[in-house]
């Protein structure tokens, strides 16, 4: 799978690959490229400087110099066609070399400061390195400011709020829901002692954080949603399948955040790091 918006940011690539490492790969010491890997491996290193043919046939011209991740030193691991067609790429794990990622876990790729760096975690390690939604600070002050009176939320906004969301934009989603759950019109609310209206909360479904790296805007009103605070706090802290469903049933309600952010539904799961890794 290739790296989305969040795994560049992460690892300050700029491309990258990932997949799970099977148990027959784990056992063959070996990995068939998949098509985004190959492509990476291919682009990096140029179709007529990889060797065809097996290792020992030409082992100089068949190691390739990786860095591996975290630290950076130097290894060198074996990568060839195997086959005069060319059809197959193949790269040797090998733990003597500094490379053999256990079966399951995530096997990463990418490229940084023109070195192709390498690399393996376990797949939980993976996830929790990758989620870029944070409940944060910032984002506590926001939904409490839309909580409140305009005096008193505009010195807080000022003073914390470093993505700068406009709080109008948030009052305008939720009121054009009529003050209901987007992931579910009949969740219970409870009324705002402030407001005396249903208490909702405004998440942005594509990260604020990911402004950085994201040319279209983020803070729009097609991106944020109206959620009851168990939903919001779910798509925040919740397992796998629950997050996926709200993340699902957001994305079908208003498909165009999508094509005006140029992503996938994929890589929105992946910014959550729910997504199928295979
Ligand atoms: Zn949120
Ligand atoms: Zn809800």
């Known amino acids: 799978m290739q790296f989305g918006a969040n795994q560049k940011l992460k690892?300050?690539?700029?491309?990258?690959?990932?997949?799970?490492?099977?148990?027959?790969?784990?056992?063959?010491?070996?990995?068939?490229?998949?098509?985004?890997?190959?492509?990476?491996?291919?682009?990096?290193?140029?179709?007529?400087?990889?060797?065809?043919?097996?290792?020992?046939?030409?082992?100089e011209k068949a190691g390739k110099a990786f860095r591996l991740y975290p630290d950076g030193q130097e290894i060198n691991l074996n990568l060839v066609f195997p086959k005069p067609n060319k059809t197959e790429l193949r790269l040797y794990l090998s733990q003597r070399a500094g490379f053999k990622p256990e079966a399951h876990s995530v096997w990463f790729m990418f490229v940084r400061d023109n070195a192709l760096w390498i690399g393996g975690m376990t797949e939980a390690q993976w996830r929790d390195e990758n989620v870029i939604v944070v409940y944060d600070e910032t984002e506590n002050v926001f939904q409490d400011s839309l909580d409140e009176l305009d005096v008193i939320k505009i010195n807080k906004l000022q003073a914390k709020d470093v993505f700068?969301?406009?709080?109008?934009?948030?009052?305008?989603?939720?009121?054009?829901?009529?003050?209901?759950?987007?992931?579910?019109?009949?969740?219970?609310?409870?009324?705002?002692?402030?407001?005396?209206?249903?208490?909702?909360?405004?998440?942005?479904?594509?990260?604020?954080?990911?402004?950085?790296?994201?040319?279209?805007?983020?803070?729009?009103?097609?991106?944020?949603?109206?959620?009851?605070?168990?939903?919001?706090?779910?798509?925040?802290?919740?397992?796998?399948?629950?997050?996926?469903?709200?993340?699902?049933?957001?994305?079908?309600?208003?498909?165009?955040?999508?094509?005006?952010?140029?992503?996938?539904?994929?890589?929105?799961?992946?910014?959550?790091?729910?997504?199928?890794?295979?």
């Open 11 to 59: 690892f300050n690539a700029q491309i990258g690959s990932y997949s799970l490492v099977t148990d027959r790969e784990y056992f063959d010491s070996q990995i068939t490229a998949t098509d985004s890997e190959a492509e990476l491996l291919i682009n990096f290193f140029g179709k007529e400087n990889l060797h065809v043919g097996n290792v020992a046939s030409n082992k």
């Open 164 to 278: 700068s969301r406009d709080r109008n934009l948030a009052l305008q989603r939720i009121e054009i829901e009529k003050y209901k759950c987007e992931y579910n019109p009949s969740h219970n609310l409870f009324n705002s002692r402030h407001t005396n209206l249903p208490y909702l909360e405004a998440h942005h479904l594509i990260p604020m954080a990911l402004q950085k790296i994201i040319p279209k805007k983020l803070d729009t009103i097609e991106n944020i949603f109206s959620l009851c605070p168990y939903c919001h706090r779910a798509i925040h802290h919740a397992d796998k399948d629950l997050t996926k469903d709200i993340i699902k049933r957001l994305v079908d309600k208003r498909p165009d955040v999508l094509d005006i952010m140029d992503i996938t539904a994929t890589d929105v799961l992946s910014f959550y790091s729910v997504e199928d890794i295979y």
